[in-house]
Nanobody, 128 residues
Framework: QVQLVESGGGLVQAGGSLRLSCAAS????????MGWFRQAPGKEREFVAA????????YYRDSVKGRFTISRDNAKNTVYLQMNSLKPEDTAVYYC?????????????????????WGQGTQVTVSS
C-alpha cells in the first residue's frame, strides 16, 4: 500500500517555474515506478512524466520535454516534478501516481489505468 500527498502547486506567471513534490508513505515506494499526470478543466487526465524505481529512466510527454524534469529521492520517499518555462496551457491539477504492480521493473507506463495509487492533486495555474 502506498499513500501519496502532493504539494508545491500555485499561481505563477508564464515563463516562471514551480517544483511539485509528492511525499509517499509505505514500504514499497522505493520499488515502484512513479508518474505525474495532469487534468485541465473540461479535459481528460493526461500523462506528463514517469520515472523508474531506480531513478535512472525517465519519460515525458512531448509538450513538456526540455521544460519539466522528474526526479526522486528514495531516502526521503519523495518524487519531484521541476517545471520551468511554464505556459498557460500547463494549467491543470497535477497528480502523482505509483505503479505498485510493476515493482522493480524498468517499464515506464503512460496509461493512468496502470497506476494503482494516486494522490489528491495540487493545482497549478499559469497566467499569461
Amino acid at each position: 500500500q502506498v499513500q501519496l500527498v502532493e504539494s508545491g502547486g500555485g499561481l505563477v506567471q508564464a515563463g516562471g517555474s514551480l517544483r511539485l513534490s509528492c511525499a509517499a508513505s509505505g514500504r514499497t515506494f522505493s520499488s515502484c515506478a512513479m508518474g505525474w499526470f495532469r487534468q485541465a478543466p473540461g479535459k481528460e487526465r493526461e500523462f506528463v512524466a514517469a520515472i523508474s524505481w531506480t531513478g535512472t529512466l525517465t519519460y515525458y510527454r512531448d509538450s513538456v520535454k526540455g521544460r519539466f524534469t522528474i526526479s526522486r529521492d528514495n531516502a526521503k520517499n519523495t518524487v519531484y516534478l521541476q517545471m520551468n518555462s511554464l505556459k498557460p496551457e500547463d494549467t491543470a491539477v497535477y497528480y502523482c501516481a505509483a505503479d505498485g504492480k510493476s515493482r522493480r521493473s524498468l517499464i515506464l507506463r503512460t496509461n493512468e489505468g496502470e497506476y494503482q495509487y494516486w494522490g489528491q492533486g495540487t493545482q497549478v495555474t499559469v497566467s499569461s
